[in-house]
Nanobody
Framework: QVQLQESGPGLVKPSQTLSLTCTVSGGSITANYYYWIWIRQPPGKGLEWMGAITYSGSTYYTPSLESRTSIARDTSKNQFTLRLTTVTPEDTAMYYC????????WGQGSQVTVSS
């Protein structure tokens, strides 16, 4: 049974870079044909799909965040990562990683607050 766990700092200062890691256990991030997703939910708002990296390493980003977002993977550690540059308080959210292939498997989420 695959499990995903987000990790990273809970507090980031404005203009800095937010970095999160999703560690996957119970399944390989290179296994056909899964997509590995980052999604966030700001307080009081709905879910926002940020981007994805596929089993083959291709990446996709939502247009509104594409200039600030980078998703990468480390296959030796079975992890994938999110970097969001030049953050503002509007980037405060619960950040989730997930695996998608028809069905969704979610991590527990990682709260990130952007504040000085």
């Amino acid at each position: 049974q695959v499990q995903l766990q987000e990790s990273g700092p809970g507090l980031v200062k404005p203009s800095q870079t937010l970095s999160l890691t999703c560690t996957v256990s119970g399944g390989s991030i290179t296994a056909n044909y899964y997509y590995w997703i980052w999604i966030r939910q700001p307080p009081g708002k709905g879910l926002e799909w940020m981007g994805a990296i596929t089993y083959s390493g291709s990446t996709y980003y939502t247009p509104s965040l594409e200039s600030r977002t980078s998703i990468a993977r480390d296959t030796s550690k079975n992890q994938f990562t999110l970097r969001l540059t030049t953050v503002t308080p509007e980037d405060t959210a619960m950040y989730y990683c997930a695996r998608v292939a028809g069905t969704w498997t979610w991590g527990q989420g990682s709260q990130v607050t952007v504040s000085s």
